[in-house]
């Protein structure tokens, strides 16, 4: 693993960190879960977005 250095406003520092207590997880692992997670949701293309590229 890399080790990397962000900066978060407080308090998407304090969500981090009552999800992570609440779920017994370490704030990195949370981390990694939500961004693979709004990687997939991103990564889709909305109905329209998909009808709009097929017809080009």
């Keep these: 693993m890399v080790k990397v250095t962000f900066t978060l406003d407080d308090e998407t520092v304090d969500r981090l960190r009552r999800t992570a207590a609440r779920l017994a997880k370490p704030q990195?692992?949370?981390?990694?879960?939500?961004?693979?997670?709004?990687?997939e949701r991103t990564g889709k293309l909305s109905e329209e977005e998909r009808v709009r590229l097929l017809k080009i």
Excluded: F, P
């Design 28 to 39: 990195s692992q949370v981390v990694r879960e939500a961004i693979k997670d709004y990687a």
